[in-house]
């Protein structure tokens, strides 16, 4: 079974620029998460996917980011425009059903600002 | 609210030697709890949860943990540390409200397993 996918692996930009992450969940997994990891922290939920609906972005700030996540499969997170505090490593995970314990995470993507 | 702390941010330990890996809990239902390991340039792996059955969680890799309520203690253990161990780990609660689901990680701790 193939796992969650992400890419970029890696992303360098420069602060005010703007900056995509792209995501495709398990198959089958109605349920996507985002999350930041800042080094040295555990990671951070950003927001929360069932199917295509957002059901949490209560921790997302909403003034540069946004996500979406087009007919309930494949997912992008952006970022615009970009701060030296976003710097961080930026988490997909996926679960079968919304109230699974259990979230299955992909290799995630290393976002440096300069 | 549900939180986690790892008492330890860096544990040092030789191959073959024990491993124990603390976590407290804070929650205000009886949790699920999950510990997850992150080795370097990798993803995020389950090495164990609880949710309610057992006390004595087996995992992968020889890991096992302990529920404790009298305590509200989760603390990591395996027998004999090997190389491979030297990685990330993050103790977590899963956090339920009416219509979400959403893990709520500790701070981690870095294992570095040496020669």
């Known amino acids: 079974e193939a796992g969650v996918a992400q890419s970029p692996r890696y992303k360098i930009i420069e602060k005010r620029q703007s900056v995509a992450f792209w995501c495709n969940p398990i198959?089958?997994?109605?349920?996507l998460y985002w999350y930041q990891q800042i080094l040295g922290q555990g990671p951070k939920l950003l927001i929360q996917?069932?199917?295509?609906?957002?059901?949490?972005d209560s921790q997302l700030p909403k003034d540069r980011f946004s996500a979406e996540r087009l007919k309930g499969v494949d997912s992008t997170l952006k970022i615009q425009p970009a701060k030296l505090e976003d710097s961080a490593v930026y988490l997909c995970?996926?679960?079968?059903?919304?109230?699974?314990?259990?979230?299955?995470f992909g290799p995630g993507t290393r976002l440096t600002v300069l | 609210a549900q939180s986690v702390t790892q008492l330890d941010s860096h544990v040092s330990v030789s191959e073959g030697t024990p491993v124990l890996l603390r976590c407290n809990y804070s929650?205000?239902?009886?949790?699920?709890l999950f510990w997850y390991v992150q080795h370097p340039n990798k993803g995020l792996q389950l090495l164990l949860k609880?949710?309610?059955?057992?006390?004595l969680v087996k995992g992968i890799n020889g890991f096992e943990a302990e529920f404790k309520k009298s305590e509200t203690s989760f603390h990591l253990t395996k027998p004999s540390a090997h190389m491979s161990d030297a990685a990330e780990y993050f103790c977590?609660?899963?956090?339920?409200?009416?219509?979400?689901?959403?893990?709520?990680f500790g701070q981690g701790t870095t294992l570095q397993v040496k020669p």
């Open positions: 995970a996926s679960s079968l059903v919304l109230r699974d314990n259990e979230q299955f």
């Open positions: 198959s089958g997994h109605a349920t």
């Open positions: 996917f069932q199917n295509n609906g957002v059901v949490d």
């Open positions: 929650s205000s239902y009886s949790p699920s």
């Open positions: 609880y949710t309610s059955a057992a006390t």
């Open positions: 977590v609660v899963s956090v339920f409200s009416s219509n979400t689901g959403k893990l709520i």
